[in-house]
């Protein structure tokens, strides 16, 4: 009985395994970017990714032998340093090829800062890791237990955020004070800024703390912030920074948050539901960054530009009474990228006298005319024109318009073929391992 649990259960693990294979899919979310002063752009992210530009607005997807998600990056020292999971450090000098280094630690770092003189690296159960050059770390006692989320240099100083509403404080990155700790508090910071007079503190359920000195904090009130901004109090802001003339937070749910004193906030208009993960002000822009590929951009922190597009496949649909069409949407990523989203768009017609779209996109003719169909997604919004006209003679003769019948092996979907077959392959292969596996411990078993 033992046997053929243990086969069963090898079984299991296998078909699990095939299956988180089989759902990894979309793009990619990116977590932290950084700019070099000049002319270069740096995004980093989930499972290793980087992105490179030249501008801010067209991006290139590099190609790194990281296989850990990457947390946060820094320019320092001519060079970026991109930290990650499992103690991952990576460095390049162009920010297209990049090198892996040791980091004398396991621990998954989350935050990386550059004083000018020495690198500071951060993150799980109170992680400090240093290096003067980028390139040789060496770890440094535990600053704490908590985990560390961000850490920055400051006014002259290295101030580093965390769980259990922790501001630590270090002038070398080596000795770190405790400025402000409470472990039985729920609360964890995630980012810190300074505008040369104040500090701001976020981090989630909308905490935010102002400070003068660094030393003595201020808790802002969540519901004033809340009402204020219109963003729920139970929502986390994971990124802060100081810009042309006001401090900048995003966070969940697309949101983002201004204030000129870091006192008195309002909330910018949304153009994403995605996860802003991290922003920056690099002298003439704000760029944001997020899940799913999200890349923002906005030259005065109140107009931003998602740079993803939403294009259908056609600009002008016409169908004839009694045929049905396919409406097909396209989201386009500035790096090139393109997904089908059709499923994933919200249809909708102003005159539903003459045309209705299912949730399939499928475009169905009632009356005659045109009307105008709008496409949503996310925070964007598509228009285009539906015209329905009576059938000819001409169409009469044609082959049926009608998305019901049977394609050809060229209009099928050889994405979805190319999948189902991965798929069938690696449940193949996990059970050939598993029957492997049964067959020499019942070997094991009869000796």
């Not at 053929?4 to 299991?12: A, G, K, M, Q, T």
């Not at 499972?47 to 990281?66: C, L, P, Q």
């Not at 290295?158 to 770190?176: E, N, Q, R, Y």
């Not at 802003?276 to 690099?282: K, P, V």
Request: with cysteine.
């Amino acid at each position: 009985m033992k046997k053929l649990l243990c086969f069963f259960v090898l079984i299991i693990m296998a078909m699990n395994c095939s299956f988180v294979f089989a759902q990894t899919s979309g793009e990619p979310g990116l977590n932290g970017i950084a700019f070099n002063g000049s002319d270069l752009y740096v995004a980093v992210g989930f499972e290793g990714v980087i992105f490179m530009s030249r501008d801010g607005t067209n991006w290139s997807k590099i190609k790194s032998d990281a296989n850990y998600t990457l947390n946060d990056v820094v320019w320092g020292k001519d060079r970026f340093v991109a930290v990650g999971d499992e103690g991952t450090i990576l460095t390049s000098k162009d920010g297209t090829n990049w090198v892996r280094v040791e980091s004398d630690t396991q621990s998954n770092l989350q935050s990386v800062a550059f004083s000018g003189e020495q690198f500071a690296a951060v993150g799980n159960s109170g992680t400090v890791v240093l290096s003067s050059n980028g390139t040789a770390w060496k770890r440094t006692r535990m600053a704490t237990m908590e985990s560390l989320m961000s850490v920055k240099w400051l006014n002259e100083r290295f101030i580093a955020v965390g769980g259990g509403m922790l501001i630590l404080s270090s002038d070398d990155g080596i000795t770190w004070e405790e400025i402000l700790s409470d472990p039985s508090s729920n609360p964890a910071f995630m980012d810190v800024a300074w505008n040369g007079s104040s500090y701001v503190v976020v981090g989630d359920h909308l905490s935010m703390l102002t400070s003068d000195d660094g030393k003595a904090w201020l808790e802002r009130n969540s519901d004033k912030l809340s009402s204020d901004t219109g963003i729920d109090y139970t929502r986390c802001l994971y990124s802060v920074v100081w810009g042309k003339d006001s401090f900048l937070a995003v966070g969940q749910d697309g949101s983002i948050i201004s204030s000129k004193d870091g006192l008195e906030w309002s909330g910018e208009r949304q153009v994403t539901l995605k996860e802003l993960r991290d922003i920056i002000w690099t002298g003439d822009r704000y760029i944001a960054v997020g899940d799913e590929g999200a890349i923002l951009l906005s030259h005065d922190g109140s107009a931003w530009e998602d740079l993803r597009k939403i294009t259908p496949d056609l600009e002008e649909y016409n169908v004839t009474l009694g045929q049905e069409k396919q409406l097909k949407v396209t989201l386009k990523y500035p790096y090139g990228n393109e997904i089908d989203i059709t499923g994933q768009v919200t249809f909708e017609v102003d005159n539903k006298d003459i045309a209705f779209i299912d949730e399939n996109g499928i475009i169905k003719p009632l009356g005659l005319g045109q009307t105008t169909a709008k496409i949503r997604y996310d925070k964007k919004l598509m228009e285009v024109l539906v015209k329905v006209s009576e059938i000819t003679a001409v169409d009469e003769e044609k082959p049926a318009d009608n998305i019901n019948e049977p394609k050809s092996p060229e209009a099928s979907n050889m994405k979805d073929v190319v999948l189902k077959l991965a798929i069938v392959l690696v449940v193949l292969s996990a059970l050939i391992t598993a029957i492997v596996i049964y067959r020499k411990k019942m070997e094991s078993y009869d000796e």
